[in-house]
């Protein structure tokens, strides 16, 4: 056997002898380094410091974690003028705003709502395949209609947003690009960490060097809430609770960014989702894909809590949630530093976005039996450890008096809008593959 043998394949698989007990091993290697050996392993070490301390590789284009990410596409005269005819305001005072997850659910609708009132929109979206990227571009279609143009790449991309800061001088970033749902994050941590933390820092640090800084508003969720019990859930109430990894990681989010606020005078608005749904929805929430199974005659599984009540949840409608967001744009005042410099202080601020009357998950499977004239074969079955809380409930006085936050359309209302977009998106989606 040569010493090589010893070394391990890989980090951490170092194989032993099983039929050594440790100690005994140990001191038996020892005891048979021979100088040849020993120059060897030194010469190794180095090596793997020399590895250590090296810099990084020049930046990747491309998400570490997500292998299902195409390349960016990006660069050249023609891709700098559609990214400057987007971003560029058609009102007088206009706002300039780069959307960040503009093809996802609630950056298409923010997106457009802010082109149709005169602002400069420019979406940036890296298409990934955490839901069926068809329906991602299908609304890119929506968007490119209404003069938005998206940007394909991903938020971990120093070097594209670096370059979009430079052809345009943006007064605001919408940032909505995140890993999102409760669940899926035990299955993809590592998705979780590089969206919401990593790829939320590169976006600050960017936005941070930037002259002028933009006002930055980013998406928080009502998971911050985790298991606390006190509701309505208010601002000021403690999140220090988390119930799962996407909630520890928005929470982190609100950390980092009141960093960036401090230290570099960026004007930081977090707005706290709570549930929300609509046409163009995320299939991965429950009420879109109840609605899928339901259609389908297959069986869904409604949770329960312990004391075999209900779940609930704040539903909050998309076009509430889009006048959050306005309303959040619209007050957001500038950040106060240049050239990364803080210049004095700079408005930070969170605000709970729900709809302040929460609905039990049974209701909601009702309301959707009613919508789709069909019965919904169910299983119901206790609350599994997966990171779902047992309610939600926001308080919106502060969001209601700040940004003029008024939520105004309850879940029925809302989900048959929802399923009249469904039917009529997913017909005609059948026609389409069957030609
Ligand atoms: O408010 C928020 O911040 C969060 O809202 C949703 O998370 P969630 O409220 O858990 O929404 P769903 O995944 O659609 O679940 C809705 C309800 O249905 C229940 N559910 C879910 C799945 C299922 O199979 N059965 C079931 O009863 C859940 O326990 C929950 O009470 C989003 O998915 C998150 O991205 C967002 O951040």
Redesign the pocket.
């Known amino acids: 056997m040569s010493h090589l043998d010893d070394l391990p394949s890989t980090p951490g698989k170092y194989k032993t002898d099983k039929a050594l007990p440790y100690g005994i091993l140990h001191h038996h290697r020892y005891l048979r380094l021979s100088k040849p050996t020993l120059w060897a392993s030194l010469f190794l070490a180095l090596f793997l410091f020399y590895l250590l301390l090296s810099p990084p590789p020049t930046p990747s284009r491309r998400s570490l974690n997500d292998s299902s990410l195409s390349a960016a596409k990006y660069g050249g005269s023609q891709w700098e003028k559609q990214v400057r005819k987007s971003a560029h305001p058609r009102s007088r005072g206009g706002l300039t705003v780069l959307v960040t997850g503009a093809a996802g659910f609630v950056g298409t609708h923010v997106s457009i709502a802010l082109r149709r009132r005169g602002d400069g929109v420019l979406g940036l979206d890296n298409f990934n395949r955490y839901y069926d990227p068809k329906l991602k571009r299908a609304r890119q279609g929506l968007l490119e209609r209404s003069g938005v143009f998206v940007v394909e790449g991903d938020i971990n991309d120093a070097v594209l947003l670096k370059k979009l800061f430079d052809v345009v001088l943006f007064t605001h970033v919408m940032h909505l690009a995140a890993q999102?749902?409760?669940?899926y994050a035990m299955q993809n941590p590592g998705s979780y960490v590089n969206s919401n933390i990593a790829g939320f820092v590169n976006l600050l640090e960017v936005s941070k060097a930037a002259n002028p800084q933009p006002a930055v508003v980013w998406a928080s969720?009502?998971?911050v809430y985790g298991l606390n019990k006190k509701v309505p859930f208010s601002e000021i109430d403690r999140t220090d609770h988390p119930a799962s990894l996407?909630a520890a990681t928005?929470k982190a989010g609100e950390g980092i960014a009141h960093t960036y606020n401090h230290i570099y005078g960026l004007s930081l608005t977090g707005l706290?989702?709570?549930?929300?749904y609509g046409p163009w929805g995320?299939p991965?929430?429950?009420?879109f894909f109840f609605t899928k199974d339901i259609l389908k005659g297959k069986t869904?599984?409604?949770?329960e809590s312990p004391d075999k009540g209900s779940?609930?949840?704040d539903f909050t409608y998309i076009d509430d949630i889009v006048k959050g967001c306005l309303g959040a744009l619209d007050t957001a005042e500038k950040s106060t530093g240049s050239g990364g410099k803080k210049k004095g202080p700079a408005m930070f601020r969170i605000y709970n976005l729900g709809n302040t009357s929460p609905v039990p998950?049974t209701k909601l499977v009702k309301i959707l039996e009613k919508l789709l004239k069909m019965k919904a074969k169910k299983k119901v079955m206790p609350?599994p450890r997966n990171g779902?809380v047992e309610f939600?409930h926001a308080n919106i006085t502060l969001a209601q008096s700040e940004i003029g936050y008024k939520p105004a359309v309850d879940l029925e209302t809302g989900l048959k809008k929802f399923v009249k977009w469904y039917m009529g998106f997913y017909s005609a989606s059948k026609k389409k593959s069957s030609w």
């Open positions: 999102a749902g409760v669940r969720s009502s998971s996407y928005k706290r989702f709570f549930t929300v995320r991965d929430m429950a009420y869904i599984t409604v949770f779940v609930a949840r998950v609350l779902d939600t």
